[in-house]
């Protein structure tokens, strides 16, 4: 791949990563809750489940499930209720009364699974990379080493934008001292959950 190729894949890179999602979403959520370095459970399981997007559609199997109805159907179901599900738990989560050593807080570890199954659940993830990566493979030159090169690529742009969006959302903590401003912040990310559930209802493919 080529500089200018991989260049204009960068940009390409970033405006995926930037635009509103669910990724983005519980990013900030957690950010907001657990500050930057709580949150970076969070952020790996978002790329566990965007590398297993990239290696689904590397492999030839995220153009067989694009084609396939009644897979995307599953896989966009299931999406749905996961969000609906994370939106509902926001919703209902208890106030920081205080960033006691002792206060209890989600562990590392299932933060990390939720945030992947967030991307996981995602076919639209895969309905896009199976439409942007054949666009910039080169023919006649491998595809494993240009496939790696992009996925890698979006994997470190992806985290790179994601800890921005913490970094944004954990300045936010100083302001939510209260138990009501905590409640009101829960329950917007929570509805935001909600609304990219429906979002995602909505898709249909082209």
Not at 104 to 121: C, D, E, I, Y
Request: hydrophobic share 50%; proline share 4%.
């Amino acid at each position: 791949m080529s500089l200018t190729l991989w260049l204009t894949f960068l940009v390409a890179a970033v405006l995926i990563s930037i635009s509103p999602g669910a990724g983005a979403v519980n990013t900030m959520s957690n950010g907001l809750r657990y500050g930057v370095k709580q949150s970076m459970p969070a952020i790996l399981g978002l790329q566990l489940g965007y590398g297993a997007q990239i290696l689904l559609v590397g492999a030839g199997l995220g153009a067989l499930v694009a084609s396939s109805v009644w897979a995307l159907a599953v896989i966009k179901w299931l999406g749905v209720g996961y969000l609906v599900w994370l939106g509902i738990q926001k919703w209902r989560e208890p106030v920081v009364e205080s960033v006691a050593d002792d206060q209890p807080t989600m562990s590392g570890q299932k933060r990390f699974w939720q945030s992947a199954l967030v991307n996981l659940t995602n076919p639209k993830a895969t309905v896009f990379l199976v439409a942007l990566l054949p666009q910039f493979l080169i023919a006649g030159q491998p595809h494993g080493p240009q496939l790696i090169t992009m996925g890698t690529t979006l994997i470190l742009v992806d985290c790179l934008v994601m800890l921005g969006y913490t970094l944004l959302a954990s300045q936010l903590f100083r302001f939510m001292t209260t138990p009501y401003r905590q409640r009101q912040m829960n329950r917007v990310f929570g509805g935001l959950f909600v609304t990219a559930a429906v979002a995602l209802a909505s898709f249909k493919r082209s």
